[in-house]
């Protein structure tokens, strides 16, 4: 028994080190991921801002005429698309207007 055993405080003390450094290691990765989830989102609307602008200096005109003549797309695929973009965005929305009412409270 050459070995010293671990007195009961010095276990507690390496203990408590021990998930103190995993809690900071946890917020940090939180935050990461936070801020990577924001970086989406300012992604997300910058890119739907370009494709909106595309559309109105044209592109809209010409899906449309392509749409009508089955070329690109069938109707009923189209109007499925417009629902499925309606309700992701609405929910989008959504949660945006819930993260500021947040931050806005203060946490």
């Not at 300012?42 to 602008?53: G, N």
């Not at 749409?67 to 797309?73: D, R």
């Amino acid at each position: 028994m050459a070995d010293k055993l671990t007195s009961f405080e010095t276990f507690q003390r390496l203990r408590r080190n021990q998930e103190s450094e995993q809690r900071e290691r946890d917020n940090a990765a939180r935050e990461n991921a936070a801020r990577a989830g924001f970086e989406d989102i300012v992604e997300l609307v910058e890119s739907t801002e370009a494709m909106a602008a595309r559309l109105d200096d044209g592109l809209k005109r010409e899906l449309a005429q392509r749409a009508a003549t089955g070329e690109l797309v069938e109707i009923e695929a189209l109007r499925h698309l417009v629902r499925r973009y309606e309700r992701y965005s609405w929910q989008l929305h959504e949660q945006l207007r819930t993260i500021l009412d947040r931050a806005r409270r203060g946490k």
